[in-house]
């Protein structure tokens, strides 16, 4: 017995980015579904009910308004570019926007095929196009996402690592909450958004790994011959 649970042990430990990749995947397709067959989930009520009683202020709002602007396409265009001026590698400086690229497409082709249309019921401000799933949680999770794999992999500084991510992980919550907040959103909107997010990462971090792994090898063939 104990052999068989070291081995699964294994599994997951060498597998785990795509065993996670496939939750994530199920997940969203599953609220996609829902989606498709316009339904309204218990989950958008309930989501946008407790944010309602517990959130909701005259205090509150210019705060949320100003965190969904943190993922807005100003500030991530803005961000991508001057991490780019800023990050000597600029292999990795064109990874960030390619990111971000990436992200915005995927984007926009799910919103336009399941073509959801936005709650209109509680809206704070306006918002227009379709609402599943959320850019701003998406794009934000990509975006914010792929800084903490950067940061994680390179910062060798273990407290200004973990508080950066710590910060940036927030952030990312913050911004998904802020989108439901302001009533342009739908909790699962949100939700897919985020794990629609995470599958594309998983996916474009390997793709990155792969590739500097091959041109490390034949940097080391060219060096032996």
Same mark, same amino acid.
């Given at each position: 017995?104990?052999?068989?649970?070291?081995?699964?042990?294994?599994?997951?430990?060498?597998?785990?980015?795509?065993?996670?990749?496939?939750?994530?995947?199920?997940?969203?397709?599953?609220?996609?579904?829902?989606?498709?067959?316009?339904?309204?989930?218990?989950?958008?009520?309930?989501?946008?009910?407790?944010?309602?009683?517990?959130?909701?202020?005259?205090?509150?709002?210019?705060?949320?308004?100003?965190?969904?602007?943190?993922?807005?396409?100003?500030?991530?265009?803005?961000?991508?570019?001057?991490?780019?001026?800023?990050? %000597?590698?600029?292999? !990795?400086? @064109?990874?960030? /926007? *390619?990111?971000? #690229? $990436?992200?915005?497409?995927?984007?926009? &082709?799910?919103?336009?095929?399941?073509?959801?249309?936005?709650?209109?019921?509680?809206?704070?401000?306006?918002?227009?196009?379709?609402?599943?799933?959320?850019?701003?949680?998406?794009?934000?999770?990509?975006?914010?996402?792929?800084?903490?794999?950067?940061?994680?992999?390179?910062?060798?500084?273990?407290?200004? %690592?973990?508080?950066? !991510?710590? @910060?940036?992980? /927030? *952030?990312?919550? #913050? $911004?998904?909450?802020?989108?439901?907040? &302001?009533?342009?959103?739908?909790?699962?909107?949100?939700?897919?958004?985020?794990?629609?997010?995470?599958?594309?990462?998983?996916?474009?971090?390997?793709?990155?790994?792969?590739?500097?792994?091959?041109?490390?090898?034949?940097?080391?063939?060219?060096?032996?011959?």
């Amino acid at each position: 017995m104990k052999q068989y649970t070291s081995k699964i042990k294994k599994i997951i430990t060498k597998n785990w980015k795509w065993l996670l990749l496939l939750i994530c995947m199920i997940g969203f397709l599953s609220l996609a579904e829902d989606v498709f067959n316009k339904e309204i989930m218990n989950l958008d009520i309930i989501g946008y009910n407790i944010i309602s009683k517990y959130l909701i202020s005259d205090f509150a709002t210019p705060i949320a308004q100003f965190i969904t602007n943190l993922g807005g396409e100003i500030c991530l265009i803005s961000s991508s570019v001057l991490l780019f001026i800023i990050i %000597k590698n600029k292999k !990795i400086g @064109i990874c960030v /926007i *390619l990111n971000l #690229a $990436i992200a915005t497409i995927l984007n926009v &082709l799910l919103k336009n095929i399941l073509q959801r249309p936005r709650p209109i019921e509680y809206r704070i401000i306006d918002e227009s196009g379709y609402s599943f799933p959320s850019g701003h949680s998406m794009i934000s999770m990509a975006f914010y996402g792929f800084i903490i794999y950067l940061i994680y992999k390179y910062v060798k500084n273990k407290k200004v %690592k973990y508080t950066s !991510i710590s @910060i940036l992980s /927030i *952030l990312i919550f #913050a $911004i998904g909450i802020s989108r439901i907040y &302001l009533g342009v959103h739908y909790t699962s909107d949100v939700l897919a958004g985020f794990l629609i997010a995470i599958s594309y990462l998983i996916v474009f971090t390997s793709m990155i790994q792969f590739v500097s792994l091959r041109r490390n090898e034949g940097e080391n063939e060219k060096n032996i011959k």
